[in-house]
């Protein structure tokens, strides 16, 4: 069971969830990193709690980190943000915004734990996305980075190996998240028929078992990676999309 855990993108969605999840089953200390100060604020937990504010894709912030992750056995590497366009119409400069959170950040913070589990050992679980697998239009950016981003967890699984750090992934498809907001075509469709409505209506276009995750579903999946029954569970990849990449 991991008792020190890192989390990143903590302050709502899979992030929130993982921590309330840990803080419901035996975590000693949670280290939580956001960019969005309000929220980390607001994440009230009855264990021990460092709370970090700043951007994955700042490595100075990785720097400043270290002492508070001394001791940690369990990361996970899960601040993402998304976003929607045509290759022929996305700028450059999106591009960079969602392809440098979702994998420079993402490499910073496995960097970052795999330095500190040297030693000791550790898991670590990323969270990928059904769209690194499946392709669809208008998500170039979004699933180039993600994609990305499984094959960072392959590579990372090798080479922790040798020092006892596991590193797998998890690959939801829609899940109940904020992330959503960005999403143009979705923050329309909760103008006009509210949050749940909108939620309904694109889990049963999308997905065989018609319906959405919520964030709390994910997270136990991802402490079921960190934990000793997956134990021999490395480089993998679990896919839980409600049937969507089907």
């Not at 045509?86 to 734990?113: H, K, P, Y």
């Not at 090798?158 to 899940?175: C, H, L, S, T, Y």
């Not at 509210?194 to 995750?213: I, K, N, Q, S």
């Amino acid at each position: 069971m991991a008792r020190h855990i890192l989390i990143t993108g903590a302050g709502s969605g899979i992030g929130l969830a993982c921590a309330q999840h840990y803080a419901a089953h035996g975590a000693e200390r949670l280290v939580l990193v956001d960019r969005d100060d309000a929220a980390l604020a607001r994440v009230d937990l009855p264990v021990a709690v460092d709370r970090i504010v700043g951007d994955v894709r700042d490595e100075a912030l990785w720097d400043r980190a270290a002492p508070l992750l001394a001791g940690i056995d369990a990361a996970v590497v899960n601040a993402g943000v998304a976003g929607a366009g045509a290759i022929t119409d996305l700028s450059l400069a999106e591009w960079q915004r969602i392809t440098s959170v979702n994998l420079d950040g993402a490499f910073l913070t496995l960097r970052a734990a795999m330095r500190t589990m040297k030693d000791t050992g550790g898991a670590i679980v990323a969270t990928s996305s059904a769209a690194g697998i499946k392709p669809e239009a208008g998500v170039s950016a979004y699933g180039a980075s993600k994609a990305a981003l499984l094959h960072l967890v392959k590579v990372a699984a090798k080479e922790g190996a040798p020092d006892r750090i596991r590193v797998n992934a998890v690959a939801p498809a829609g899940v109940e998240t904020p992330v959503w907001d960005a999403v143009p075509m979705f923050a329309d469709r909760v103008a006009e028929i509210g949050r749940d409505a909108a939620f309904a209506e694109l889990a049963a276009m999308a997905t065989p078992l018609g319906r959405y995750a919520k964030p709390e579903e994910i997270a136990a999946q991802i402490a079921f990676l960190l934990s000793d029954a997956a134990a021999l569970i490395t480089g993998a990849t679990l896919v839980c999309d409600g049937g969507y990449t089907l």
